[in-house]
């Protein structure tokens, strides 16, 4: 039976309209079929900050200061105090209400008492799904073992509601920018007539022509510095070198029914997988030579960093597994540690989304460990 939103929302304002939010309620999307995805944890500063950038900032498109709309956040939390898990589309209504944001999703415009109102501009934005996970908030599900076995709830952001990857939903992502978008285009258009200038107008006096009989030790290289964005896209990928040579695509290691890790890769780059037995946190031994490859790595990309997220699967409590899959990222980190990586080459990040999966509770229960893009 779907689940009527109204009502929570009409606790707050019984004159809400409904059509704002079944609005409301499509925006969000396949996030609210998870439970960590129906709240909004207020404890976490980092989902508060999506809540600010994706909802706020494209989704209403509003200019204000990023300290004016954190007081809203905080004046709708204030406002819902009664409760400690706080109504994701509750919160979202609200937050237009309070912003004076309504008439984004057809209803009236008015800001509440208090309310900043709306600034210029309104982004353009889809039915995206929102899907936002916590290590340190509410989290989805996880393990067959009773609730009541479980470890205790997480602060560390890591959502559960996995398999996580198998089908990713993100808030939605509003091309539109707010009211800069043009200011991007047009630098993007200067960059691009840079480029072409550079790299087929200017010409090199000094460069020695390259045929095929040049030998490539007169062949001159550029007199200038590559470009920025050249280098940032060389430090976004791994190294070409032996230490993942002979990784398989992802999807192509069988997943255990247990404890165990595999070493794939995703997009080109190696993601490491270690998969634990039901409510427990021991790393596999097969992890061990997995760990060597990324030591091995970072010797060779000094400032590279290795993300680390964990999962669970959807049965039991939800705020108790999220304290579970907190603790598996940090059991593998410390493998890491142990094999000689430096804690500092290590960080745990929080998945950016959770998703409804295939329901394989084995593939749900593990740790990912990957190489950070550069940022």
Same mark, same amino acid.
């Given at each position: 039976?779907?689940?009527?939103?109204?009502?929570?929302?009409k606790?707050?304002?019984?004159?809400?309209?409904?059509?704002?939010?079944?609005?409301?309620?499509?925006?969000?999307?396949?996030?609210?079929?998870?439970?960590?995805?129906?709240?909004?944890?207020?404890?976490?500063?980092?989902?508060?900050?999506?809540?600010?950038?994706?909802?706020?900032?494209?989704?209403?498109?509003?200019?204000?200061?990023?300290?004016?709309?954190?007081?809203?956040?905080?004046?709708?939390?204030?406002?819902?105090?009664?409760?400690?898990?706080?109504?994701?589309?509750?919160?979202?209504?609200?937050?237009?209400?309070?912003?004076?944001?309504?008439?984004?999703?057809?209803?009236?415009?008015?800001?509440?008492?208090?309310?900043?109102?709306? #600034? =210029?501009? /309104?982004?353009? $934005?889809?039915?995206?799904?929102? %899907?936002?996970?916590?290590? &340190?908030? @509410? *989290?989805?599900?996880?393990?067959?073992?009773?609730?009541?076995?479980?470890?205790?709830?997480?602060?560390v952001?890591?959502?559960?509601?996995?398999?996580?990857?198998?089908?990713?939903?993100?808030?939605?992502?509003?091309?539109?920018?707010?009211?800069?978008?043009?200011?991007?285009?047009?630098l993007?258009?200067?960059?691009?007539?840079?480029?072409?200038?550079?790299f087929?107008?200017?010409?090199?006096?000094?460069?020695?022509?390259?045929?095929?009989?040049?030998?490539?030790?007169?062949?001159?290289?550029?007199?200038?510095?590559?470009?920025?964005?050249?280098?940032?896209? #060389? =430090?976004? /990928?791994?190294? $070409?070198?032996?230490?993942?040579? %002979?990784?398989?695509?992802? &999807?192509? @290691? *069988?997943?255990?029914t247990?404890?165990?890790?595999?070493?794939?890769?995703?997009?080109?780059?190696?993601?490491?997988?270690?998969?634990?037995?039901?409510?427990?946190?021991?790393v596999?031994?097969?992890?061990a030579p997995?760990?060597?490859?990324?030591?091995?790595?970072?010797?060779?990309?000094?400032?590279?960093?290795?993300?680390?997220?964990?999962?669970?699967?959807?049965?039991?409590?939800?705020?108790?597994?999220?304290?579970?899959?907190?603790?598996?990222?940090?059991?593998?980190?410390?493998?890491?540690?142990?094999?000689?990586?430096?804690?500092?080459?290590?960080?745990?990040?929080?998945?950016?989304?959770?998703?409804?999966g295939?329901?394989?509770?084995?593939?749900?229960?593990?740790v990912e460990?990957?190489?950070?893009?550069?940022?």
């Open positions: 039976m779907a689940q009527d939103w109204a009502i929570d929302v606790r707050y304002d019984a004159d809400a309209d409904d059509g704002v939010i079944n609005a409301i309620v499509n925006y969000c999307g396949i996030a609210l079929q998870s439970r960590d995805g129906q709240l909004v944890a207020y404890k976490d500063q980092k989902e508060l900050d999506l809540v600010r950038e994706n909802y706020l900032k494209k989704k209403l498109g509003l200019t204000n200061t990023d300290s004016e709309l954190d007081g809203a956040i905080a004046a709708v939390g204030e406002r819902m105090k009664d409760v400690t898990f706080k109504n994701r589309v509750t919160v979202y209504y609200l937050l237009a209400q309070h912003l004076g944001a309504l008439g984004i999703f057809g209803g009236a415009s008015t800001a509440s008492s208090g309310g900043l109102g709306l #600034a =210029a501009g /309104a982004a353009a $934005a889809g039915a995206g799904a929102l %899907g936002i996970a916590s290590m &340190g908030g @509410a *989290a989805a599900a996880d393990d067959a073992t009773p609730a009541a076995t479980i470890s205790a709830a997480p602060a952001s890591e959502p559960a509601a996995e398999p996580a990857y198998a089908a990713r939903s993100y808030d939605e992502d509003d091309s539109s920018g707010g009211g800069l978008s043009w200011l991007w285009w047009l993007g258009a200067l960059l691009l007539l840079g480029l072409i200038w550079w087929f107008l200017r010409g090199d006096k000094d460069a020695v022509p390259v045929t095929s009989e040049t030998p490539a030790s007169e062949v001159t290289a550029p007199a200038e510095v590559p470009s920025e964005d050249a280098a940032n896209v #060389a =430090a976004a /990928a791994p190294e $070409a070198d032996d230490v993942f040579a %002979g990784v398989t695509a992802e &999807g192509s @290691a *069988a997943v255990p247990g404890s165990g890790a595999t070493l794939e890769l995703r997009d080109g780059r190696p993601v490491a997988k270690v998969y634990f037995n039901t409510a427990k946190t021991d596999s031994d097969q992890f997995i760990a060597e490859k990324f030591k091995a790595y970072l010797a060779k990309n000094p400032g590279a960093v290795l993300g680390i997220s964990g999962y669970n699967d959807p049965r039991g409590d939800a705020a108790k597994n999220a304290e579970l899959s907190k603790n598996r990222a940090q059991a593998v980190q410390a493998d890491l540690v142990k094999a000689g990586i430096a804690e500092t080459s290590t960080e745990l990040i929080k998945p950016e989304a959770v998703t409804q295939s329901g394989d509770d084995a593939a749900a229960r593990r460990v990957y190489i950070k893009p550069a940022a």
